[in-house]
C-alpha cells in the first residue's frame, strides 16, 4: 500500500500548484481577493485578463493530466509497484487527489479554486477518448445559457455517462465520474444560488441569446 499512500500525496501536493495564485505572484496580485475570489481561470480571465487566464488554464489542466496520466506509472525511488493495488483504482486515486488538491491546496490555506480545469486534464490523463463528449457538452450547454458553472456542472456529469455508454464494466471510472460530478457540483453551490437568484455572471460573448438578452 506504499505506492498508492505515496503516489496519492504526491497527485494532491501537484494539485496543490494553483496556477492562478502561481501567476499571480508574478503579477503582484492575489486573485482570491478579486472578482468572485475564485483562484480559477474563469475569475483569472474575469479580473486580469486572456493572458493571464491562459497561462492559469495551462498550468492547471498540465497538473491534472500528469496526475492521472504519468504519476500512476512513475518508478520513484524506494517505492516499488504494488501487484496487490489495482492500476486503475490507483490512476483513480491520484486524479482525485489532485482535484482535492486544487480545491483545498495545502500550499495556499485551502483556499482553492473548483477544480474545473484540473478536473479536464485529469479526464484528459484517465480516459482522453472521452474529453470530446464532455467539451461538447460544456460548449452547448455556456452557448445556450451563458452559464460557464452550469455548462462545467453538466460536462461533469456526461463523463460517466459517457463512460458507461463505452464500457459498463469500467467500475473505478464511473465510479471516479460519479464523484467527481457530486463534489463538483458541491464546489458551484454558489454558482447554483446565484443562477436560482437570477445574478449570476453570463458569458455573453459565446451564450447564444446574450445579445438578445442585452439589448430587451
Not at 482535492?100 to 479536464?120: D, I, N, Q
Not at 463528449?133 to 455548462?151: D, E, H, K, M, N
Not at 469500467?170 to 467527481?180: D, S
Amino acid at each position: 500500500m506504499l505506492e498508492l499512500a505515496v503516489k496519492t500525496l504526491l497527485a494532491y501536493l501537484l494539485g496543490s500548484l494553483m496556477g492562478a495564485l502561481l501567476v499571480g505572484r508574478v503579477r503582484g496580485v492575489d486573485i482570491r481577493e478579486l472578482g468572485s475570489g475564485n483562484a480559477g481561470g474563469t475569475n483569472a480571465l474575469r479580473t486580469q485578463g486572456r493572458a493571464f487566464a491562459l497561462a492559469v488554464v495551462v498550468i492547471d489542466v498540465g497538473k491534472g493530466w500528469f496526475a492521472a496520466a504519468v504519476l500512476p506509472g512513475l518508478e520513484l525511488p524506494g517505492v516499488q509497484q504494488d501487484p496487490a493495488v489495482s492500476r486503475d483504482w490507483l490512476v483513480v486515486a491520484c486524479a482525485t487527489a489532485a482535484v482535492l488538491g486544487h480545491v483545498y491546496p495545502v500550499w495556499y490555506e485551502f483556499r482553492g479554486g473548483k477544480g474545473a480545469a484540473t478536473l479536464l486534464g485529469v479526464l484528459g490523463g484517465v480516459q482522453p477518448a472521452l474529453l470530446l463528449p464532455v467539451v461538447a457538452v460544456w460548449f452547448a450547454v455556456v452557448v445556450l445559457t451563458g452559464y460557464v458553472g452550469l455548462a462545467t456542472m453538466l460536462a461533469t456529469a456526461a463523463f460517466p455517462v459517457a463512460q458507461l455508454l463505452r464500457d459498463i464494466g469500467a467500475l473505478p471510472l464511473v465510479a471516479f465520474g460519479i464523484a467527481t460530478t457530486a463534489f463538483v457540483v458541491y464546489t458551484h453551490r454558489s454558482n447554483i444560488a446565484r443562477m436560482r437568484a437570477g445574478t449570476e455572471n453570463r458569458a455573453r460573448r459565446l451564450w447564444l441569446f446574450g445579445r438578445h438578452s442585452a439589448s430587451s
